[in-house]
């Protein structure tokens, strides 16, 4: 982040968190040995690679199998073109909601078709710009009412930490997920699937991950992933209690001062702000703030660059000018009263 600057956007810009830095480390030591080799120490390696990854399971509940994966992004693709290939007899339609992270609608616009059924449908289960929580309940019974029984895909990046994973599986067949938007290690992330569902290979390999995935796993980043992910889960509620109590004085704040909160209305996971500020484009503002010591992103995140809107906010009704005005606050859950009137001040002036 350098110099004295402060995050105050978590999901795009985290600290390492400390059990993730301290298992990184420890797989620094000694030889590296592959979970596949026929050593003591690869089986070793091994036993620990299956432990984590039942640990997470455990995590996510709903009957499934964890994968091991590069990134939430190998994920989405994976789940795509691992789940088409083998319901392609069915027909090759894709469906997204329109407001789904950028990776899904990117994949099912490059792999999908317009022949047969629906095979796949897919959204997020959580919008990362507003922090918005899809009512899965509801969205999944409008699907079986119009549909005859596709594949569910629910990409779940952000969520760790913040809302009930056990409920996002009870209605999904694949489930995604990162790492990095929590302060687990970036290079690491994860593809839920249901038990019973197939799904065939995104990368092609000697055997790897039981045959699901090739290339070598990066045990010491799966270590990091999977303990920073329960260590937030046992204390997601007092996290969450605490980010509600300082998201509530921001956002009152920012209302005051004639600024406009995207989502507030509808259900959203605690400890995400997307705000506008009557004024300059968030490029600017974001700069402005960080000569004010504070880091934040734009709402529309890698899109930022391309000079886009979020699509998010797009879908929402948003007018193109206040969409690119608009910036994300996610505080860290040791933000302190101190710093959370200074970035107020900062932000309202």
Known sequence: MGGDSASVDMISSAILNPLAKEEILASF???????SGF???SFLKSEQLEKRRKEMENLVGGGGTIWF????????????????????????KIEVKEDAHITLINAAKRYGGDSGETVLIAASAMDLETGRILDIKNWNSKILERTDTPKIILDARGTIGRISLSEISKYADAIIFDSESFGGPIGIGALWIRHGVRIEPLIEGSGQEKGRRGGTVPVGLVNAFVKVAIHLEEIRIQNCKLWDHLHGELESSIIQHGGEIYGIDEERASGITCLSIPGPPA??????????????SPSSGCM????????VLTSMGVE?????????????PNTTNEILSKLIYAIVN
Do not use: C, M
């Open 29 to 35: 030591k000694g030889p590296q040995y592959r979970v």
């Open 283 to 296: 490029e600017i503002f974001l700069q402005n703030l960080e000569q004010r010591g504070f880091i934040a």
């Open 320 to 332: 193109r000018e206040n969409a690119l005005r608009a910036i994300r606050i996610s505080l860290h």
């Open 39 to 41: 050593s003591e120490q």
């Open 69 to 92: 994966t590069s990134s939430a992004d190998e994920s989405a693709t994976w789940a795509i073109r691992g789940l088409l290939s083998t319901n392609s007899k069915k027909g090759n």
């Open 304 to 311: 930022a660059t391309a000079g886009k809107p979020s699509h």
